[in-house]
């Protein structure tokens, strides 16, 4: 009989057994209940999550939307915006480009001012006198310089509002460039869908940049843009107004003191122009009578000659009765006669030769007064071509004499009624 060799271990009883059994039963119908009870809390959250899921996604949809319609309304905006400072830039432009005109008119009649004064300043003799048309030559140079001082300031001011107006311009053109990549990119989170071919996971999305703003600041970003834009819009059209109405005040004094200076430069030509034909008229006159005295001194020479030849005859007559002889040689009637004669002779032409001198003297006057009127003459004939010469130079000017103001096209210029933003900030900007 073989002999077995048992090998020691430990051995349960058959209540340990049973006691195993029934933990093991029952561990199983805990596993099963507990997998129950998470299959149900599985479904339920299911649910809910699909519930959550579909609402957040018509919410993130609603606000989408929603904010595509706010920035498209900002964008709107913002291009109205765009819109009238680009108007404004160009009518401001226009007006700025009228005031240079005018400036640059300016400086032409304040050059032909100084070339009347510099060619006047050639006249001669009693001609060179401050007359009516110089004080109105000095009025038209002092206005010219005044006008040439204001539009330099309102030429640079426009200037310095043209780049207000250019850099407001510059950054509502940013925003309005973001405002609409945000309305498409908004416009592409509309379109996506979980099927998309671009969805997918994204690196540090969830990360928030330190330069982000809240809505609160976007809002007030966005509304004190479009309101600098609008203020400044405001003061360009106020500035604008202000300087047209300076062109055209400065055209009407400018036209007016032409006109004054036109005048005193015409009656002054007619002065010349009368005062040459008297001189003229007098110069004839004073020929005349230069001839006249000439004549007489001739006739004063012949008559001087002929009563010089009566006196040589009686001379020879008293020589010849001299020679009588003896008795006969008594003063008798026609020896006395004849002294009476001679004696009468000469006083006539002792006379005579005073007339001469004082004829040859009033003839030297005349002629003295003739070279003066001459000279007179011929000063008033060069006045008459420096002042004629000055007319000739001013109505160069004709082309210029308009209206800088009634040039610029009023359809184009015409201000509209004040909105609210225009109405607010006069009130801010009045004392």
């Known amino acids: 009989m073989a002999t077995g060799f048992e090998k020691p271990s430990p051995r349960y009883t058959h209540s340990d057994w049973t006691a195993s059994s029934r933990v093991l039963i029952k561990h199983s119908e805990q596993l099963r209940d507990t997998a129950n009870k998470i299959k149900q809390d599985v479904k339920c959250t299911m649910g809910e999550a699909t519930i959550q899921n579909n609402w957040v996604q018509r919410n993130t949809q609603r606000n989408l939307c929603s904010r595509m319609e706010e920035l498209t309304q900002w964008n709107e905006q913002i291009g109205n915006c765009v819109d009238r400072l680009d108007r404004e830039l160009g009518c401001l432009e226009k007006v700025k480009i009228a005031a240079e005109e005018c400036l640059q008119e300016r400086l032409v009649y304040l050059n032909i001012v100084l070339e009347s004064f510099a060619l006047r300043d050639v006249r001669q003799g009693g001609d060179l006198i401050h007359d009516p048309f110089e004080a109105q030559l000095k009025k038209e140079k002092e206005l010219c310089e005044s006008m040439k001082d204001l539009f330099q300031k309102k030429i640079f001011a426009s200037l310095n509002q043209l780049r207000f107006l250019s850099e407001i311009r510059k950054k509502l053109a940013v925003d309005y460039q973001d405002t609409a990549k945000a309305v ?186 003739l070279s003066h009127v001459e000279d007179e003459l011929c000063h008033k004939t060069r006045s008459i071509e420096i002042d004629t010469k000055c007319q000739e130079i001013r109505r160069n000017l004709l082309p210029l004499r308009r209206n800088p103001a009634a040039s610029i096209n009023r359809t184009e210029y015409q201000l509209s009624p004040l909105n609210s933003w225009q109405k607010e900030y006069q009130q801010e900007t009045s004392p």
């Open 184 to 369: 498409k990119l908004n416009g592409q989170c509309l379109s996506f869908d979980p099927k998309s071919p671009a969805v997918g996971y994204k690196c540090h999305t969830m990360l928030m940049t330190k330069d982000i703003l809240s809505y609160e600041e976007w809002a007030a970003h966005c509304d004190h843009l479009k309101r600098t834009g609008e203020k400044e819009v405001a003061r360009s059209a106020l500035f604008r107004g202000d300087l047209e109405v300076a062109l055209s005040k400065a055209a009407n004094m400018a036209e007016a003191q032409h006109s004054a200076t036109e005048f005193a430069l015409r009656k002054r030509l007619h002065e010349l122009n009368q005062a040459k034909d008297n001189l003229e008229w007098e110069k004839q006159h004073i020929n005349d009578t230069i001839s006249e005295l000439v004549k007489e001194i001739q006739n004063l020479d012949l008559q001087i000659q002929s009563t010089a030849n009566q006196i040589k005859l009686s001379h020879t007559r008293l020589e010849t009765l001299s020679h009588r002889s003896n008795a006969e040689l008594c003063k008798d009637q026609p020896h006395i006669g004849l002294l009476h004669e001679t004696v009468q002779l000469e006083r006539n032409v002792f006379s005579l030769k005073k007339k001469i001198v004082l004829s040859q003297n009033v003839l030297k006057e005349m002629l003295r007064h």
